[in-house]
């Protein structure tokens, strides 16, 4: 039996503190107390608006701004293998290098395009700025986030923006957030929801308002208090959305329907001396049309 080798002894454990300094200042931010930590929150987080944005699509992307109209042909890509000495310059290149001896070298001629003007960039900046980056304290570290996002939905005034009734953004919003954490965003008092619709025409099937209006009459659910705002859309609309809140039948959701048409400006019920007048033009208009065509056929 082969003999076996010794093992070398362990290094000695450094010694413990069993009392340290009581007035040691924290080297740390985390190990600060919770209480001093959310002081430094509020402080931070004392301007701050949340803005929920419109989601892209997967595979949509910020529109491209469009390309400068220009009559100059630019060069075609040289091909690897050619070499440095067979690559042509631009003439103001060429001509800054025989005037001033001390300008850089001209660069390679390529086939990039001439730097955009501002107004060029002027498209996809706008659209930019309607997409901003997280609160900076929500990308330092995980215990930083977890301590910070429900500062930032309870104290923080959320604006949403809902355009042609498509309430997706919202609804992305709400599934980012835990149902544990919804109980942050119920005491916040700064809620709101801007209404906005342009058409003249009817809004179509508008799934995601059914699905807003089915999660907001969910009696189990923190439900946090969204105040509506908007104008008044077009008559068309205005029908479309009172048709739709006459059709409903779960109480929840005919509540939460008429705050919106209240928002928006709109009778939720029309009267009945509004509804006789209406028919009574519209009867009128066919006779009016009856007869014109019984002229139409006699002349």
């Not at 290094?11 to 002081?39: M, T, W």
Request: hydrophobic share 35%.
């Amino acid at each position: 039996m082969p003999a076996l080798r010794p093992l070398q002894p362990l290094a000695p454990a450094p010694p413990r503190l069993l009392n340290p300094d009581p007035e040691a200042e924290p080297d740390r931010f985390s190990e600060l107390p919770p209480e001093i930590r959310n002081v430094i929150y509020k402080y931070v987080l004392a301007d701050v608006e949340l803005h929920i944005t419109p989601v892209l699509q997967p595979g949509q992307a910020l529109p491209k701004p469009p390309s400068p109209k220009s009559d100059r042909t630019l060069p075609p890509l040289p091909a690897l293998h050619q070499p440095l000495s067979q690559i042509s310059r631009t003439p103001s290149q060429s001509s800054t290098t025989s005037s001033d001896p001390n300008s850089h070298p001209p660069s390679l001629t390529t086939n990039r395009p001439p730097p955009p003007n501002q107004s060029t960039l002027a498209p996809i900046l706008d659209k930019r700025r309607t997409y901003p980056n997280p609160h900076p304290l929500a990308l330092t570290s995980r215990l930083i986030r977890n301590e910070t996002i429900p500062l930032l939905h309870q104290h923080c005034p959320v604006h949403c923006t809902i355009n042609e009734m498509d309430f997706t953004p919202l609804l992305a919003f709400h599934s980012r957030i835990p149902p544990s954490d919804l109980k942050y965003l119920q005491r916040n008092p700064n809620l709101v929801i801007t209404l906005v619709t342009t058409q003249d025409k009817e809004l179509g099937a508008l799934d995601s308002m059914r699905k807003w209006l089915h999660w907001r009459a969910d009696q189990h659910r923190c439900q946090p208090d969204w105040r509506y705002e908007g104008s008044r859309p077009s008559s068309r609309v205005g029908n479309d959305l009172r048709r739709r809140l006459k059709r409903m039948v779960e109480k929840g959701k005919k509540a939460e329907m008429e705050k919106i048409l209240r928002a928006m400006k709109v009778d939720a019920v029309v009267n009945d001396l509004w509804r006789e007048a209406e028919l009574f033009c519209n009867a009128f208009k066919r006779l009016v049309r009856s007869y014109a065509s019984a002229l139409s056929v006699l002349g």
